[in-house]
């Protein structure tokens, strides 16, 4: 029997008119921009009196799958969970909650429901080499253990950045361009490394003209190893006395400089997120001006590279500096993250390049006229039918995740002015938040707006002369 419901399609048996046996359950939901996911969420398996009960696989719509037990629409008993990378767990669980799990190198956790599997596994075989042979093991036990101690705000940092300029139900991988941000934010780049140096710290088997791309990805795992190089490099000169200087060095990096001020989004692309979801929309042919110019100025090198110093002479040579735009407020604009005195010779990646022109933006295209369009031009969410859908989350314990939102705004109460002196409290709250809500998106349409212009008024053409 076919079932067809707005949403939701059934192919499989009945009994007394409800889902009884074997059968598939169809949930056909739609992303943001109207269009339909890859791949919709639907279960395959047995059904007992209109629940999901017996054995049976669900498969979500970002790609990840389970098959294992049911009972009273719960995920119960025995196992496999594939995550959207490919990683393969076996697992065990009691009424939806995770009771044990095992990695594919058989590590077995089933601590508070939380599991810590090959997904946060660190590599540091780089730095490893620089230790004697016989701490080796010691040293990256130790790492293991700070990695475990503070998982939970690892990977909600994690999967906060991954939402960064993109809709709730894009990809959850974070992208280079993410990664870049999570590093400005902690400041790591005050502590005399440049973005481009750390790239190189996780190039891994990426090639030259990969590494520095915003477009590579970057698994939670890759992001913590990289993490532990980096606090190396800053802090094991102050941590030669302690025991296990990996572990110190990558502990005192995550409480002084990654777990006070992640998640606190600086520069000018990712402050307001319907802006960067629409701005990102030109990372292609923005990346396509970066790589020209890194051509032209350092012709003989394969990475894709340029100095601030080169990011001064493209405004020259694109003709794109006036009366507005000087010399002077372009390097304020250039040096607006920096703490310490400028150095026009310091490396750059595409995040610094980007944020530039946007920065750029607001200063070159200070006049632009409202139109009826601008309403248009930022995001919609549609209502979806998720009822009795199992959540995807990035582990198998069901965590939740952020959902995008760089920053909360507490909205003040007071007395509203007005003709009508007999609101509510709960109706002026809701008033100064409508308020508050209309004055944000107008503001966010029209720096989008003097992006565009810029773009395509005056760096896309003048790009397009010079070659």
């Known amino acids: 029997m076919i079932w067809v419901s707005p949403g939701q399609r059934y192919v499989g048996k009945w009994e007394h008119g409800v889902q009884h046996g074997l059968g598939k359950h169809i949930w056909i939901l739609k992303n943001s921009s109207g269009t339909h996911y890859f791949q919709s969420p639907h279960y395959i398996g047995n059904f007992f009196k209109g ?54 190198d058989g590590l077995t956790v089933s601590e508070g429901g939380l599991f810590v599997g090959d997904d946060m596994a660190v590599n540091i075989e780089y730095l490893l080499e620089k230790i004697p042979e016989r701490n080796h093991k010691t040293e990256l036990r130790h790492v293991k253990s700070v990695v475990w101690r503070h998982r939970t705000e690892l990977r909600l940092i994690y999967g906060f950045y991954c939402r960064l300029g993109r809709s709730p139900d894009d ?76 572990a110190s060095c990558f502990s005192k990096l995550l409480t002084d400089d990654i777990l006070p001020n992640a998640r606190k989004v600086k520069g000018f692309l990712f402050r307001q ?78 995040l610094e390049f980007f944020e530039v022109l946007v920065g750029c933006a607001e200063v070159k295209c200070l006049q632009v006229s409202e139109t009826p369009e601008e309403d248009q031009v930022l995001l919609r969410s549609d209502n979806k039918s ?9 582990d198998v314990n069901g965590h939740s995740q952020l959902t995008g939102k760089v920053t909360s705004e507490n909205v003040e109460t007071g007395e509203m002015k007005g003709q009508d002196e007999h609101i509510s409290p709960p109706a002026e709250h809701e008033a100064r938040l409508h308020e508050d809500v209309h004055s944000k998106r107008k503001s966010q349409t029209h720096l989008l707006l003097q992006f565009q212009l810029f773009l395509e008024h005056h760096l896309f053409p003048a790009d397009a002369l010079y070659k």
């Open 171 to 246: 990809s959850l991988l974070m992208s280079r361009l993410q990664f870049w941000r999570l590093l400005k934010d902690c400041s790591i780049h005050a502590h005399e490394l440049t973005l481009t140096q750390i790239d190189s710290f996780i190039g891994g088997e990426a090639s030259v003209a990969e590494i520095h791309s915003p477009f590579t990805t970057v698994h939670l795992r890759e992001l913590l190893s990289c993490l532990v190089v980096v606090a190396y490099y800053i802090y094991h000169e102050d941590m030669m006395s302690q025991r296990h200087l990996l």
């Open 386 to 394: 998720t009822d009795n859908l199992p959540e995807e989350t990035d």
């Open 51 to 104: 629940q999901r009960h017996g054995q049976g696989s669900f498969y979500y719509a970002g790609g990840a799958i389970y098959k294992g037990g049911w009972r009273n629409n719960m995920k119960h008993g025995q196992g496999k969970f594939t995550t959207k990378d490919g990683r393969i767990l076996e697992v065990e669980f009691v009424d939806d909650k995770v009771a044990t799990a095992r990695s594919a």
């Open 273 to 350: 997120p319907e802006f960067a979801v629409e701005a990102l929309k030109y990372t292609e042919r923005c990346w396509e001006v970066f790589e020209t110019f890194c051509g032209v100025y350092m012709p003989h090198r394969d990475d894709r590279i340029m100095t601030f110093r080169h990011l001064m002479l493209m405004f020259k040579h694109l003709r794109l500096l006036d009366d507005q735009l000087t010399s002077t407020r372009l390097m304020k604009i250039i040096t607006a993250e920096r703490v310490d005195p400028p150095c026009v010779g310091l490396e750059i990646t595409f």
